[in-house]
């Protein structure tokens, strides 16, 4: 099971010399991967982490390239209908070239309905309009001459530029955790990105994601992650007590036992993690970071 950090870019004054320090901590201490998440301009009444102070992830990203170079550089989420699809395609396709190919692409559709509204976007189209965003996305990345004809697209006589450095391109998790998300990871996905869940809402998401892509005629079988907050007792504060965390699975314990949940994870077919930890400190996410490289990661399959 690879291992990573969802870098601190939100919910706290932004200190750019401290993310840089979490960023490089986590790639010295031989963890997998650093990932980003997304929200653009969040409503005032919205009780989330992610309202104030927040670093656009898209503008992260290539700053994570050059400030890096050997963890995967990962999304989790980037919400598709925010953006116009083609300049996003391009953008990730040049942070794939600018890390050498380090890209993982984890994507939604979206939940915030306020969000929505103040961006001009209909909710209710955020599933068709994430659809055509992944589709558009396929076909930029390995088509220097791409043709495709969407609800709100049309691309011919052009050249998309540049194609990512990852063949056939930089991997597709899908989240969510409805039959119409895990439809969508069998569609047009490679695998599945859960969100804070325990044992039995992630077996029964991955038996419903891997039903869908047998039904769809696809190979293989769905890559499974997960995205889940840690507090390690004797680390963290108590970020429950704020409020945020309400009705989000957390690992939280000891070292041992935190261990002993990630590896039931892993028997559930999970293979990469997301660790969040923007609920805590800045020394105590350097600690955490040093505690997952010395006691829970050495527990765990390769």
């Known amino acids: 099971m690879k291992l990573g950090i969802c870098l601190p870019h939100y919910g706290r004054p932004i200190e750019v010399g401290r993310l840089l320090e979490v960023a490089r901590r986590a790639e010295e201490r031989g963890l997998d991967s650093v990932w980003v998440t997304d929200h653009v301009?969040?409503?005032?009444?919205?009780?989330?982490?992610?309202?104030?102070?927040?670093?656009?992830?898209l503008a992260v990203l290539p700053w994570l390239a050059g400030v890096t170079t050997r963890v995967a550089l990962g999304t989790s989420v980037v919400i598709l209908p925010y953006?116009?699809?083609?300049?996003?395609?391009?953008?990730?396709?040049?942070?794939?070239?600018?890390?050498?190919?380090r890209l993982i692409v984890g994507a939604a559709i979206g939940w915030l309905e306020g969000e929505f509204e103040t961006l001009g976007l209909r909710f209710k189209e955020r599933a068709s309009r994430s659809d055509e965003a992944l589709e558009l996305m396929r076909t930029l990345w390995t088509q220097a001459h791409p043709k495709i004809h969407t609800k709100r697209?049309?691309?011919?006589?052009?050249?998309?530029?540049?194609?990512?450095?990852?063949?056939?391109?930089?991997?597709?998790?899908?989240?969510?955790?409805?039959?119409?998300a895990y439809?969508?990871?069998?569609?047009?996905?490679?695998?599945?990105?859960?969100?804070?869940?325990?044992?039995?809402?992630?077996?029964?998401?991955?038996?419903?994601?891997?039903r869908f892509w047998k039904e769809a005629g696809r190979e293989g079988a769905p890559f499974l992650s997960l995205r889940i907050p840690i507090l390690i007792d004797g680390v963290h504060r108590a970020a429950v007590d704020m409020g945020l965390l309400r009705g989000r699975h957390t690992l939280k314990g000891s070292a041992k036992q935190i261990a002993d949940e990630l590896s039931g994870f892993e028997a559930l077919g999970c293979g990469h993690v997301a660790l969040e930890v923007s609920y805590s400190t800045f020394p105590a996410i350097l600690e955490t970071i040093d505690l997952v490289a010395e006691k829970i990661r050495p527990q765990l399959a390769d």
């Not at 989330?48 to 992830?57: C, S």
């Not at 083609?86 to 190919?101: E, M, Q």
């Open 153 to 180: 697209h049309r691309v011919h006589d052009v050249v998309a530029s540049p194609m990512p450095l990852q063949k056939p391109r930089p991997p597709l998790y899908i989240g969510g955790a409805s039959d119409g």
């Open 41 to 57: 301009i969040v409503p005032e009444q919205a009780n989330v982490i992610y309202r104030e102070d927040m670093l656009d992830p």
């Open 83 to 101: 953006r116009s699809p083609i300049p996003v395609a391009k953008l990730l396709a040049s942070v794939d070239v600018l890390s050498g190919g």
């Open 183 to 210: 439809r969508r990871v069998a569609r047009l996905g490679d695998g599945w990105h859960a969100s804070s869940m325990d044992h039995d809402a992630f077996r029964q998401g991955a038996e419903s994601v891997r």
